[in-house]
């Protein structure tokens, strides 16, 4: 029966030692080079502690009610391997001149575990008044709420999230599941109307708002008169940060109803300027921001010299828009 015996690789050369585990070096032991640069990594023993313990799941407040996990408010330990939070990985440079002016320590700040997650909010509306893949909000009141006429939102579109292979158009598949495995959704479903009392975003009648799709709220709050001042708006929450491609496209009702824009023009409408490739096919902008949101237009529409109701469904056609979702 062979004899298993614990080594510890840490002689030098590849050479080891029989050792239940390597001996610790404290970064003080070791000599600098004053002409050289050295970076410090620090990879923390309790970084698997999140996922050991299951941790950063949502918190039940009260029976049905919850918020996100807060750390450290919720964290109970930080003990590696049995904690339920930790630190991610982080490191600092130390540069010749450090060295040379004889500095002994240096601070390296770690973000603890687990990371928050995050969100991309996007917006479909007309971009008509200019087509300039801008938001031009203004113009005369209109409806009952007083809202801007000026390139209204755009209700009855559906967003697809696609996630980035480290580059713009090279996708490994579509998002379906947020970071806590639970449908991708319109975050925005259920938001009250602190005017009106009424749903601004009435996409679903579940409570969770959860429908496994991402429609961006609708034209009419949930009494079916008010205009709600939410429509186009989609916020996606609790994504794992990443860079992602989101694709919108207009709902079946909206193709019944000729509103999809990728048909032919009718015949007494002037036809609408081509659209730049820049602005409809391959946009390169990305957010910066912590919340991964823009304010271009996530579908622009074509220009024509018509009114604006004929420009308006003169063309509509999906497009993508790059995000970059870091932490929220």
């Known amino acids: 029966m062979a004899v298993q015996t614990a080594v510890a690789c840490d002689v030098g050369n ?22 050289k640069r050295y970076y410090l990594s620090v990879l923390p023993g309790d970084g698997v502690n ?6 950063g799941g949502p918190i039940e407040t009260s029976p049905g009610v919850f918020r996100q996990f807060k750390v450290p408010d ?8 049995t904690g339920d939070c930790g630190h991610a ?25 687990p990371l928050p997650t995050s969100k991309i909010a996007a917006f479909v509306f007309a971009d008509d008044n200019p087509l300039n893949g801008e938001h031009d909000a203004g113009g005369p009141a209109v409806g009952v709420t007083g809202l801007a006429a000026n390139e209204p939102g755009l209700g009855g579109f559906n967003l697809e999230l696609f996630d980035q292979a480290g580059g713009f158009g090279d996708s490994t598949g579509q ?14 479903a259920g938001t009250i109307d602190p005017f009106t009392g009424q749903d601004a975003c009435p996409i679903t009648a579940r409570g969770d708002g959860m429908v496994g799709m991402i429609p961006t709220c609708p034209h009419f709050e949930a009494d ?9 708006q989609a916020i996606i929450a609790n994504l794992y940060p990443g860079l992602y491609e989101v694709v919108a496209r207009p709902s079946a009702d909206r193709i019944a109803r000729g509103r999809n824009g990728c048909r032919p023009i009718p015949s007494t409408a002037p036809r609408p300027m081509k659209p730049s490739s820049s602005r409809t096919n391959r946009p390169t902008s990305r957010s910066s921001a912590l919340a991964a949101s823009t ?20 063309r509509v056609c999906a497009t993508r828009r790059m995000f970059k979702a870091a932490l929220t």
Do not use: H, W
Request: one cysteine or more; aromatic letters at 4%.
């Open 50 to 55: 999140p996922t050991l313990a299951g941790s």
């Open 89 to 113: 990985m982080g490191g600092a440079q130390i540069s010749g001149a450090l060295i040379a002016a004889g500095q002994t320590t240096i601070r390296v700040a770690l973000e603890q575990t």
């Open 224 to 232: 079916g008169v008010t205009e709600s001042p939410l429509e186009g």
């Open 74 to 81: 919720d964290c109970t330990s930080f003990a590696p391997g």
């Open 295 to 314: 304010s271009r237009s996530a579908l622009p529409m074509a220009r024509s010299s018509t009114t604006a109701s004929t420009r308006r469904t003169a």
């Open 14 to 35: 590849g050479a080891c030692r029989a050792a239940a585990q390597k001996t610790e070096v404290d970064p003080s032991s070791v000599y600098l080079d004053p002409a």
């Open 175 to 188: 998002i379906t599941y947020d970071m806590f495995n639970q449908p991708v959704s319109n975050s925005l």
